[in-house]
């Protein structure tokens, strides 16, 4: 059923004409390794090399193969929005939030072939709280394991 609904909402949306656009905001995208840091009341806080203005858009970290590693956004050089780690192949392995340079909230963590394997929170630097959930390659529950802080 929702299949269907997202479907028709597609459909029924009008392309826009030649006179009309849209810009998307694009957020920037930089390597940690043309970063610099300076000490943030937690963590860090990330600038551009060469810049006295803190970065705001997407930082990443790529493996020797050249796939990245991870992707993670920062709001005025701290982590705030989401991340997403991914293993040497390109996969998806996990993605959360970031709150205040801390990662914090809804995670997921996936297998090699993108299904799901777990759902939980983290609190201040990926510690497992509250209630987790665990799949099976199919999408079902294996396990429940509640995290206390």
Not at 52 to 77: K, S
Request: hydrophobic share 30%; proline share 6%.
């Amino acid at each position: 059923m929702m299949k269907f609904l997202i479907c028709s909402i597609v459909l029924l949306v009008a392309p826009l004409s030649a006179q009309q656009t849209t810009e998307m905001p694009v957020e920037p995208m930089l390597s940690m390794a043309d970063t610099y840091q300076k000490r943030a009341p937690v963590g860090s806080q990330y600038f551009a090399k060469g810049s006295q203005v803190p970065f705001t858009g997407v930082l990443f970290g790529r493996y020797a193969n050249g796939e990245i590693m991870t992707t993670q956004d920062y709001v005025d050089g701290i982590g705030q929005g989401t991340w997403a780690n991914y293993d040497p192949d390109g996969r998806i392995s996990e993605q959360g939030t970031y709150k205040n340079n801390r990662v914090e909230g809804p995670v997921t963590q996936f297998y090699e072939d993108g299904s799901v394997k777990a759902r939980g929170q983290y609190q201040h630097w990926k510690k497992p709280v509250g209630e987790w959930t665990y799949y099976d390659r199919q999408g079902n529950v294996v396990h429940q394991m509640r995290y206390t802080p």
